[in-house]
């Protein structure tokens, strides 16, 4: 069993920041064998992919955040971070982190995708972030 429970989440105004955490436990989890993702979903609105990281030694951003937001893996925490810059209203979503095997996010033209929902082992349970104008 594999658990990634999300942190960091709350409410800023606009231009403010944020920083998300992802912590990774379970019996189930092996270090380094996952890309890891975040994605976001807005009320209303379907599930965005907003960036990735190949196993903490790269990373590719949504143009949506590209130059606002930054992805670091500390893999002796099990953890990875979505450090947000520059909030804006826009950026209001419950923020989800997810795990897959590698190969499986893409960025393909100005969005993060992956092949197949399917493919993704783990979700975390989501953390709000809020930001007002």
């Known amino acids: 069993q594999v658990d990634l429970v999300e942190s960091g989440g709350g409410s800023v105004h606009s231009g403010g920041s944020l920083t998300l955490g992802c912590v990774a436990s379970?019996?189930?989890?092996?270090?380094?064998?996952?890309?890891m993702a975040w994605f976001r979903q807005a009320p209303g609105k379907g599930r965005e992919g907003i960036g990735f990281?190949?196993?903490?030694?790269?990373?590719e951003y949504a143009d949506s955040v590209k130059g606002r937001f930054t992805i670091s893996q500390d893999n002796a925490k099990n953890t990875v971070y979505q450090q947000m810059n520059s909030l804006e209203p826009k950026d209001t979503a419950m923020y989800y982190c997810?795990?897959?095997?590698?190969?499986?996010?893409?960025?393909?033209?100005?969005?993060?995708?992956?092949?197949?929902?399917?493919?993704?082992?783990?979700w975390g349970q989501g953390t709000q972030v809020t930001v007002s104008s």
């Open positions: 997810a795990a897959a095997a590698p190969g499986y996010f893409a960025k393909i033209q100005e969005r993060i995708v992956v092949a197949s929902p399917q493919l993704i082992n783990y």
């Open positions: 379970g019996s189930g989890w092996v270090a380094g064998s996952y890309w």
């Open positions: 990281t190949r196993r903490g030694s790269s990373t």
